[in-house]
T-cell receptor, first 113, second 111 residues
């Protein structure tokens, strides 16, 4: 099993550009989520999904869009990148939405100029 | 308002000694707690968890203690090893299925 994979590993954008961060898991997990990690801030939840076709907002959803058309994939879209979105982004998945440890991908380091 | 707090940003311990990492929470609806370990340039990895119906959970060198009345949990690593040097995140889960993380603590284990 590859576990949770994320692409790209690094990305530099200009303000106003859009892009999609890819996330895939091969563990047949129902629950997937996106976090951002900023210095001194820990991990903050952006969006999450409890199954295909179902998504909901986390703590910091503004400026991001998600969809879940399959169990395996959970892409994160930046609609119009801003410097405040410079961060490291982690995708995670777990077997169920509760009482289960989440498995994290290796992260995408995004810089917005 | 920060619901999960790791008030010490760093901890330095001698190899072979005990490392104690602390975490406090404010939301009484949290009923499941987890510790994650993170190395630089990698994603966090699950370390150990504890349900609110227990006060202790042990896995090898790692033990987590939960004091519900004080809304406090701690991770004990005995004996500490240089490979344990990493950032440790405390996280809490409640009925809304969202994990809330603390800011993390950087553990350095000196050889």
């Amino acid at each position: 099993n590859a576990g949770v994979t994320q692409t790209p590993k690094f990305q530099v954008l200009k303000t106003g550009q859009s892009m999609t961060l890819q996330c895939a898991q091969d563990m047949n997990h129902e629950y997937m989520s996106w976090y951002r990690q900023d210095p001194g801030m820990g991990l903050r939840l952006i969006h999450y999904s409890v199954g295909a076709g179902i998504t909901d907002q986390g703590e910091v959803p503004n400026g991001y869009n998600v969809s879940r058309s399959t169990t395996e994939d959970f892409p994160l879209r930046l609609l119009s990148a801003a410097p405040s979105q410079t961060s490291v982004y982690f995708c995670a998945s777990s077997y169920s939405w509760s009482y289960n440890e989440q498995f994290f991908g290796p992260g995408t380091r995004l810089t917005v100029l | 308002d920060q619901q999960v707090k790791q008030n010490s940003p760093s901890l330095s311990v001698q190899e072979g000694r005990i490392s104690i990492l602390n975490c406090d929470y404010t939301n009484s609806m949290f009923d499941y707690f987890l510790w994650y370990k993170k190395y630089p340039a990698e994603g966090p990895t699950f370390l150990i968890s504890i349900s609110s119906i227990k006060d202790k959970n042990e896995d090898g060198r790692f033990t987590v203690f939960l004091n519900k009345s004080a809304k406090h949990l701690s991770l004990h690593i005995v004996p500490s090893q240089p490979g344990d040097s990493a950032v440790y995140f405390c996280a809490a889960n409640g009925a809304n299925s969202k994990l809330t993380f603390g800011k993390g603590i950087t553990l350095s284990v000196r050889p």
